[in-house]
């Protein structure tokens, strides 16, 4: 079993960072492959990025160049930079934790384990 618990969201305007934090229980953090996901109200849950053991990610194109997402295995956290915030930004994001596989995933059903989510709003 895997708990995962986000924080680091809030209230930024149009063009601020936030860094998301996901902390992970769990001795075999460093083999799970790793993603943040975001739901906006009226839109379905959408991928946004992730990373697997090796240190392979993929990006979701809206988030490209702006978003950086990446793990310390010694600290079981993974984080989610986000930079050059935009009002289409807002949303609650998610930790999903999957299983180590050897390429990155973007589907939602195949993430096992999920966080409570954090709210992440831009304002224009």
């Known amino acids: 079993q895997v708990q995962l618990v986000e924080s680091g969201g809030g209230l930024v305007q149009t063009g601020g960072s936030l860094r998301l934090s996901c902390a992970a229980s769990?001795?075999?953090?460093?083999?799970?492959?790793m993603a943040w996901f975001r739901h906006a109200p009226g839109k379905e849950r959408e991928f946004v990025a992730t990373i697997i053991w090796s240190g392979m990610m993929t990006y979701a194109d809206s988030v490209k160049g702006r978003f950086t997402i990446s793990r310390d295995n010694a600290k079981n956290t993974v984080y989610l930079q986000m930079n050059s915030l935009k009002p289409e930004d807002t949303a609650v994001y998610y930790c999903a934790a999957g299983q180590p596989w050897d390429t990155t995933r973007y589907r939602n059903s195949e993430y096992n384990y999920w966080g409570q989510g954090t709210q992440v709003t831009v304002s224009s």
């Open positions: 769990g001795r075999t953090f460093g083999t799970y492959a």
